[in-house]
Structure formats: structure tokens, C-alpha cells
């Protein structure tokens, strides 16, 4: 399994723009698909967004639609998410995933998780 490592969180107001980032190292990167999950306090952790082995196919959840965009470059072992117009029910920790065969909240390789806060 991949190892991940996540960035880029912070404090930010409503409507800003943050872009995480989360790196991958022990595996074959292009291999695996990848994706962004969320947990806010005193809630389960849920899906964000998803993205193929090669970048061509993403989906999001509802709530991520039209303002969270996820990529990735295989040949940086990073995957990306691109968060604008954000608001204050966005602050929760984000993680990233990887699996080679499925993203979800069974998938086998999960980075600490990096800190996204967002006043009102």
C-alpha cells in the first residue's frame, strides 16, 4: 500500500480558496485511485471526491459540485483538491485515500488528514 502524507489545510474565510495536496510514496502511484474524504467533528467521516487511475474520470459528492476540483499528476505522485468558495460547513479534517480497486471508506491507504477551517 501507498503511504500518504496531506498538506495545504489552514484557516480560511467564507469564499476563500485552499488547495490541498497529498503525496505518495512506497507504491505505483498510477495505479491506484485516489480520493478526498472529510470528517467534521462529532460526524462520520464522508466521501468527497474521486478521481481514475489516469485523471480522465472524477466524481464528487453533492456537496463538493461546481466548487472542489480534483487532479492528480502521476508524475509527482500528488493528488490535488482545489477548494474555492468555501464555507463555513466545509471545516473538517480532509484526508486523502488511495486503493488500487475501489475509493471508498474501506480503502486500503489513508493519510493523517490535514485541517481545514472556514469562518463565517
Known amino acids: 500500500q501507498v503511504q500518504l502524507v496531506e498538506s495545504g489545510g489552514g484557516l ?3 469564499g476563500g480558496s ?3 495536496s497529498c503525496v505518495a510514496s512506497g507504491g505505483t502511484f498510477s495505479s491506484y485511485l485516489m ?3 472529510r470528517q467534521a467533528p462529532g460526524k462520520e467521516r464522508e466521501f468527497v471526491a474521486s ?11 453533492d456537496s463538493a459540485k461546481g466548487r472542489f476540483t480534483i487532479s492528480r499528476d502521476n508524475a509527482k505522485n500528488t ?5 474555492t468558495s ?8 480532509y484526508y486523502c485515500a488511495g486503493d488500487p480497486a475501489v475509493i471508498s ?13 472556514v469562518s463565517s
Open 12 to 14: 480560511v474565510q467564507a
Open 18 to 20: 485552499l488547495r490541498l
Open 35 to 37: 480520493g478526498w474524504f
Open 51 to 61: 478521481i481514475s487511475r489516469t485523471g480522465g474520470g472524477t466524481r464528487y459528492a
Open 79 to 83: 493528488v490535488y483538491l482545489q477548494m
Open 86 to 93: 468555501l464555507k463555513p460547513e466545509d471545516t473538517a479534517v
Open 105 to 117: 471508506i474501506r480503502s486500503g491507504s489513508w493519510g493523517q488528514g490535514t485541517q481545514v477551517t
